[in-house]
Nanobody
């Protein structure tokens, strides 16, 4: 059974940093990319970043580029998202996801490419 469990969310001040972690089980880590998405209530889920299974290839969307860093540890079955320079915005739920191989690597940040989701962890950026 595939499980992904996020942790590390919370309240952070604008400009601050936060590290999210996702523990996975049952995922074919040698085949699946792992990614991060977020969703503000009332809006569509948005892709942020993904990391390939083997060679450590990464992809970032414009929302994450330059401020977020994704990493994964296949031995531990975890994927992390280091976020810095957080902007004040509506509270969002951050989700990790397992993504099977896609035709184009950039498609790994498309919600439709995801095979399994975690339940999410909420991040609020506010003073």
């Amino acid at each position: 059974q595939v499980q992904l469990v996020e942790s590390g969310g919370g309240l952070v001040q604008p400009g601050g940093s936060l590290n999210l972690t996702c523990a996975t089980s049952g995922v074919y880590l040698d085949q699946y990319a792992l990614g991060w998405f977020r969703q503000v209530p009332g809006k569509e889920r948005e892709g942020l970043s993904c990391m390939s299974a083997g060679e450590g290839r990464t992809y970032y969307t414009d929302s994450a580029k330059g401020r977020f860093t994704i990493s994964r540890d296949n031995a531990k079955g975890t994927v992390a998202l280091q976020m810095s320079g957080l902007k004040p915005e509506a509270p969002a739920v951050y989700f990790c996801a397992a993504v099977p191989p896609t035709l184009l690597f950039s498609h790994c940040v498309l919600p439709g490419s995801v095979a399994a989701w975690g339940r999410g962890t909420q991040v609020t950026v506010s003073s």
